[in-house]
T-cell receptor, first 116, second 109 residues
Framework: GAVVSQHPSRVICKSGTSVKIECRSL??????MFWYRQFPKQSLMLMAT?????????EQGVEKDKFLINHASLTLSTLTVTSAHPEDSSFYIC????????????FGNGTRLTVT | GQNIDQPTEMTATEGAIVQINCTYQ??????LFWYQQHAGEAPTFLSY??LDGLEEKGRFSSFLSRSKGYSYLLLKELQMKDSASYLC??????????WGAGTKLIIKP
């Protein structure tokens, strides 16, 4: 089945530094990738939709200058958390959709970010 | 606004059957998904319904009634490993996924 690889799985960084999270579709081309954030015991919250070769579409309330998304190829999207703060500590999950609007989403394994 | 409702938590016994309900009010409908999420892990895809009726896949079945804005996920022959959160998500008219908050299922021996 379709596989999405997300790296790193865990990262601890100091406040003020930047962290990059990679999301790769391993055996299919993903024209659209999604970035989610999940706080403990809460639902997935969509942060942004990333389309290959164009700017990401951010959800209301998500700072595009803080959460930089790059989708430079059909198999790779990156999320960079810039100038991280402790409140950015969360579980970040990417997902990718293959061709066709009704394809299910395939999720990466998530990245647990802890900002100290 | 758009809304997905699921029970917050359910408890069931190993070997039994449990039904997790999901009701939705969305702007348009282009399919309903169920995902399973174990603690600390990403969700995994379970089922997809776009037409009314029951879709069966092994121990798991999913039902949809578009006129009622209602779906359920049925889990049979429950196993301890089924303890997880179950997320209902609906694709609206813009093909955006609207997520429910998830139902935490606790399986007891």
């Amino acid at each position: 089945g379709a596989v999405v690889s997300q790296h790193p799985s865990r990262v601890i960084c100091k406040s003020g530094t930047s962290v990059k999270i990679e999301c790769r579709s391993l055996d299919f081309q993903a024209t659209t990738m999604f970035w989610y954030r999940q706080f403990p015991k809460q639902s997935l919250m969509l942060m942004a939709t990333s389309n290959e070769g164009s700017k990401a579409t951010y959800e209301q309330g998500v700072e595009k200058d803080k959460f930089l998304i790059n989708h430079a190829s059909l198999t790779l999207s990156t999320l960079t958390v810039t100038s991280a703060h402790p409140e950015d500590s969360s579980f970040y999950i990417c997902s990718a959709r293959g061709t066709g609007e009704v394809s299910p989403l395939h999720f990466g394994n998530g990245t647990r970010l802890t900002v100290t | 606004g758009q809304n997905i409702d699921q029970p917050t938590e359910m408890t069931a016994t190993e070997g039994a059957i449990v039904q997790i309900n999901c009701t939705y009010q969305t702007s348009g409908f282009n399919g309903l998904f169920w995902y399973q999420q174990h603690a600390g892990e990403a969700p995994t895809f379970l089922s997809y319904n776009v037409l009314d009726g029951l879709e069966e896949k092994g121990r798991f079945s999913s039902f949809l009634s578009r006129s009622k804005g209602y779906s359920y996920l049925l889990l049979k022959e429950l196993q301890m490993k089924d303890s997880a959160s179950y997320l209902c998500a609906v694709k609206d008219s813009n093909y955006q996924l609207i997520w429910g908050a998830g139902t935490k299922l606790i399986i007891k021996p």
